[in-house]
Every structure is written in structure tokens, then in C-alpha cells.
């Protein structure tokens, strides 16, 4: 049967199935734990789909010839998943391995045009004046460090943290907190995360081909250039960017004064930066013990969202 069916993104359905097999643990993040919601606030809901439906969507994004300026996303998703893969996911999903879901969720709606200073109310200016130790007259022991209680006790509770965020394509973007600091998560992770040298969900939305259209963060340029100096062994010796540098002693070398012959851009993602998570983290809803009375230089309303890190770099190698 010939039906175009646009699962857009149909729940980042595993990036390699020798790592997941037929799980859908990974699909919750944009699709939510009983496939309730519209993943990004476009797709259908899947739970409401056909077992052979879902097998025709997934089959067709895996051969090119579903969706429309999407397809890219999910072709990516599901390219490594065998046709019994993608039997035994729809049975799971229709037969109600999923966790099911209390009522059906309305579409999440896209993001809003804006970004969210995570840092407004930890710097508050009332707030630092108040905790200001320079403006009181006495301090007691109870406002020195972050235990905000007398050192004569351990009575000392955890801060409470909330990761709670909406899926994919549903949250607003938060504001950097320097220029060209790297962007913090603000959607959902559950599911798409550890992230593995063979599953890396994220590149499904933030590839700079696909990013535009679904409204993500591209990758930067930097991301696809690699700024190490080409190494190599011979005759025993250490070789960088031409120079000999040695390995007699055991060590590396001295490398502080060897120099990039060339910057390496590349086409594609540089596997030095396939860990997204290592600078990009989650961020959690969390009341901070103390005010934040950091600024950053130079923060316009550009960098707040964008960054020219590769410039920077590029001036770092000239």
C-alpha cells in the first residue's frame, strides 16, 4: 500500500540495533514513554498508528522514500535496523511493552522565539546586594560556604534537583552563559542518552543540514575542523607536523613550540567532539546556595545564541 505517512522524527528510533535490538527505550525523548505525544510537536501519534503502518514508516524513511524535508532525520535513525528489528519494535509498541500513557497528550507546541536567561533570578541584584557579606556587620558562620548552616552540626540537606524538561523541539533555547560558551541542553534527554561512539542520537536534529528545519543548534563549523597536528611513528620517533620530536624517554616529546601546517576542515563530524554530552549537559532546576555575580564581556544579543568560536580558533593557529 502506498501512503505517505510523515512520522517526522519518529521517536529517534535507535541509531544501531546490535546496541538496542528491538527496544524502544530510546524513542521517549521526543515520542514520550507510551509514544503519546507529537515528537517535536509535528509528527502523528504513534501509539495511534497501525502496527503495519509504523512498519511502512519505518521502512520507508530506512529506504528514502517516505517524508518530505525531514526524512533526513529518521533515515539516519533507523539505517542500521534489520526488516525483523523493525517488525519486533512495532509489535512493542502496539502490543504495550511501552509504558502507557494516562491520557493522550496534546501537540507540544514549537518553541518560542526566544531565549531563557538561566541565570536571572541567581543574579538579581537584590539578591547579591542581601548576600553581600561586605555590607554586614557581623557574620556568622551560618552564611560562610555553601552549607548555609553552623559548622557545629551535619544536618546539612541536599539540594533538590529537577531535570524535567520538554521533549525535543518544544523548549526554548538557554542563553549562553559567556561568548561562544558551549550551549547547554534545554530539551528533554531521556532516552537519548549515554551517548556511544555508535549511537549518538543528537546529530539526528543538530546536523547542519537538518537543523534549520526542525529549529535545532547546528553544529558548528569547529565541530567539523580538526586543529591536531598530524602524528606519526617512524623509524621509531615521534614525528609531528614533520618535526621529530622523540619518544626515547618514554614521553610524548616536547610539543609547545610545534605549529598546525594546516587546519583540517573536514566533511564530516570531527570524532574528537562525538561526545556531546562532555560540554553539553543537561541542566536542572535547582535553587542555588549563592548569587551569581559573574558577567560576561561582550554577551550582545548575537552571542547569546550564536557563536564564531571557529574564528576564534582559526586566529589561534594563524
Given at each position: 500500500m502506498t501512503k505517505v505517512i510523515k512520522v517526522m522524527a519518529l521517536g529517534s528510533l535507535l541509531a544501531a540495533s546490535a546496541l538496542y535490538g528491538a527496544s524502544t527505550a530510546a524513542c521517549a525523548g521526543c515520542h514520550g514513554a507510551g509514544f503519546e505525544k507529537h515528537a517535536m510537536g509535528k509528527s502523528k501519534v504513534v501509539?495511534?498508528?497501525?502496527?503495519?503502518?509504523?512498519?511502512?514508516?519505518?521502512?520507508?524513511?530506512?529506504?528514502?522514500?517516505?517524508?518530505?524535508a525531514m526524512k533526513g532525520i529518521m533515515k539516519g535513525q533507523v539505517a542500521s535496523l534489520s526488516d525483523a528489528d523493525i517488525e519486533a519494535i512495532a509489535a512493542s509498541i502496539k502490543g504495550g511493552d511501552a509504558a502507557p500513557a494516562a491520557a493522550a497528550a496534546p501537540a507540544a507546541a514549537p518553541a518560542a522565539a526566544k531565549v531563557i536567561d538561566i541565570n536571572a533570578k541567581v543574579a538579581d541584584p537584590k539578591r547579591i546586594s542581601k548576600e553581600d557579606l561586605g555590607n554586614k556587620k557581623v557574620v556568622g558562620e551560618e552564611v560562610l560556604g555553601l552549607r548555609k548552616t553552623t559548622l557545629f552540626t551535619e544536618d546539612v540537606k541536599p539540594v533538590t534537583?529537577?531535570?524535567?524538561?520538554?521533549?525535543?523541539?518544544?523548549?526554548?533555547?538557554?542563553?549562553?552563559?559567556?561568548?561562544?560558551a558551549p550551549p547547554m541542553i534545554p530539551h528533554s534527554v531521556e532516552?537519548?542518552?549515554?551517548?556511544?561512539?555508535?549511537?549518538?542520537?543528537?546529530?539526528?536534529?543538530?546536523?547542519?543540514?537538518?537543523a534549520k528545519g526542525v529549529g535545532a543548534t547546528p553544529i558548528p563549523p569547529s565541530h567539523f575542523t580538526n586543529y591536531r597536528p598530524t602524528t606519526v611513528l617512524k623509524n621509531g620517533e615521534l614525528v609531528k607536523e614533520g618535526k621529530k620530536v622523540g619518544i626515547a624517554k618514554g614521553d610524548m616529546g616536547n610539543v609547545g613550540d610545534i605549529k598546525l601546517a594546516k587546519v583540517k576542515k573536514l566533511d564530516h563530524l570531527y570524532q574528537g567532539r562525538f561526545n556531546c554530552s562532555q560540554c553539553h549537559a543537561p541542566q536542572a532546576n535547582v535553587q542555588t546556595a549563592v548569587a551569581n555575580t559573574f558577567k560576561s564581556?561582550?554577551?550582545?544579543?548575537?552571542?547569546?545564541?550564536?557563536?564564531?568560536?571557529?574564528?576564534?580558533?582559526d586566529d589561534g593557529v594563524k
Open positions: 501509539k495511534e498508528m497501525s502496527k503495519a503502518d509504523i512498519v511502512a514508516a519505518l521502512k520507508g524513511y530506512k529506504a528514502g522514500t517516505y517524508g518530505g534537583s529537577k531535570f524535567d524538561r520538554p521533549a525535543p523541539g518544544a523548549a526554548p533555547k538557554f542563553e549562553r552563559a559567556y561568548v561562544n532516552g537519548l542518552l549515554p551517548i556511544t561512539q555508535k549511537n549518538n542520537q543528537c546529530l539526528g536534529c543538530h546536523m547542519p543540514d537538518v564581556d561582550g554577551l550582545t544579543d548575537e552571542f547569546k545564541t550564536h557563536s564564531n568560536l571557529v574564528n576564534m580558533m
